[in-house]
T-cell receptor, first 117, second 113 residues
Framework: GAVVSQHPSWVICKSGTSVKIECRSL??????MFWYRQFPKQSLMLMAT?????????EQGVEKDKFLINHASLTLSTLTVTSAHPEDSSFYIC?????????????FGPGTRLTVL | QKEVEQNSGPLSVPEGAIASLNCTYS??????FFWYRQYSGKSPELIMS????GDKEDGRFTAQLNKASQYVSLLIRDSQPSDSATYLC?????????????FGQGTTLQVKP
């Protein structure tokens, strides 16, 4: 099956610093990548949709200047949490799909656990 | 606001029994439906997808879709302790092809040996 990787798998940082998370599709080209956030005992909340070569589309309530997304190639998307604060501590998960149909499967990365001190 | 509803559980079944997980959704235009399994501390993994009314079977798993009633269910036969996890129902979030998924809050399944 399709494989999506994320790096790092966990990160601890100080308040006010920026953190970059990478999401890579290893064996397919991802036309679209998605970024989710999951707080403890809650479901996944979509943050933004990222298409290669174009600006990301953010969900309502997600600050685009705080969560910078760059989809540089068909296999790589990055999420940068700028000026992170303790309330940004969460489990960040990316997913990717190869096609453009609503029936195309999304494959999830293993997630990145961010802890902001 | 488009919603996907699941009973958070926990749903507890004995080993070998059938576990039945249910999900309802609010948007009638939804066309694609997915069940994901998520172990604690891990990311979701796809179990089943279903797009047409009726049943779809894959091994011990059967997904059922009823668009008229706007519900989708997942049956797990011969439940094993390794099936203990949170099961997330996901529905495509719009009528287009953006691929956006709306997730339910998940149902925690506990399979007792």
């Amino acid at each position: 099956g399709a494989v999506v990787s994320q790096h790092p798998s966990w990160v601890i940082c100080k308040s006010g610093t920026s953190v970059k998370i990478e999401c890579r599709s290893l064996d397919f080209q991802a036309t679209t990548m998605f970024w989710y956030r999951q707080f403890p005992k809650q479901s996944l909340m979509l943050m933004a949709t990222s298409n290669e070569g174009s600006k990301a589309t953010y969900e309502q309530g997600v600050e685009k200047d705080k969560f910078l997304i760059n989809h540089a190639s068909l296999t790589l998307s990055t999420l940068t949490v700028t000026s992170a604060h303790p309330e940004d501590s969460s489990f960040y998960i990316c997913s990717a799909r190869s096609g453009t149909r609503s029936t195309d499967t999304q494959y999830f990365g293993p997630g990145t656990r961010l802890t902001v001190l | 606001q488009k919603e996907v509803e699941q009973n958070s559980g926990p749903l507890s079944v004995p080993e070998g029994a059938i576990a039945s997980l249910n999900c309802t959704y609010s948007d009638r235009v939804s066309q694609s439906f997915f069940w994901y399994r998520q172990y604690s501390g891990k990311s979701p993994e796809l179990i089943m997808s279903i797009y047409s009314n009726g049943d779809k079977e894959d091994g011990r798993f059967t997904a059922q879709l009823n668009k008229a009633s706007q519900y989708v269910s997942l049956l797990i036969r011969d439940s094993q302790p390794s099936d203990s996890a949170t099961y997330l129902c996901a529905v495509n979030g719009d009528s287009g092809n953006t691929g956006k998924l709306i997730f339910g809050q998940g149902t925690t399944l506990q399979v007792k040996p």
